[in-house]
């Protein structure tokens, strides 16, 4: 659009061209866009369409108990009330330091879980490269004889080729075998052997160490479950019992122990005669 608010002429084919790409890739991001906004509609509707409906019901439930608190909250202006809720403070104070509690022992199952997971797919690939290692050894002399077929192979086709005098074909092929020679030269070395040895070695190390650290992994989750396991009945069995548990506290604030009566005092001094 220019200044004037209008869309600028066209006046070639070329203007037309730029004018019809710039629609259409504006009508492919609006697309886009669409699509993503659709989504979300059809994912929130259903969740949504009850919403203004709870929440007017909210606002009826809030104003209902609100009035409940201020016609009983005078009734139970007393030192006994405060008793109670001096006793209710204390034992919600134990109750969210056992939710606490629960929920540490929950992480720490989890990160035991996890890492047991990790340790498991670790292993797996451990064993995969040692797999690797003892195929690479077992197959060792196939691969050999396969590498000296193709050395066998470029030779004749480079014989050929220079007795026919086809400098293509024999620059390209002898190139061709110099490459596959060198290869096949290190291959046939007893120090290529030793070196898949040390490959098989090496994954054998790494396979009993990550067979350690898997075991090690899953020994960590029983204890921790049952921790969590423990924490969370505690936790539900406080809950449960909150009422419970306040009563004999609010029963010791109101009725403290009483002193024990002293023991009359006697005068030991001698009597007079």
Known sequence: MNETGTSPAIGNIDDLEKKSRAAAEELNRANRHNAVWEKAAKALKPGLADLSKTRDEAKKESKQADKLLKSLEDNYDSDASDGVRKAREAVDKEIEASLEKMSKEERDLNKAKEAAAAAKKSLEESTANFDKGQKDLLGLSKAIQDQQKQIVALEAEVKDADAKHLLVEAVV????????????????????????????????????????????????????????????????????????????????????????PSKPSYDASPSMG
């Open 173 to 260: 092929k002898l190139e061709d075998l110099k490459s596959k020679l060198g290869a096949f030269n290190e291959m046939v070395k007893a120090e290529y052997e030793a070196k898949l040895w040390q490959n098989l070695n090496s994954a054998a190390d790494d396979l009993l160490q990550k067979t350690d650290s898997l075991a090690e992994a899953e020994a960590k989750v029983a204890p921790a479950e049952a921790s969590y396991k423990t924490a969370k009945t505690e936790y539900e069995n406080a809950v449960k019992n909150r009422i419970e548990t306040i009563k004999p506290l609010v029963a010791d604030e109101q009725n403290p122990a009483k002193e024990a």
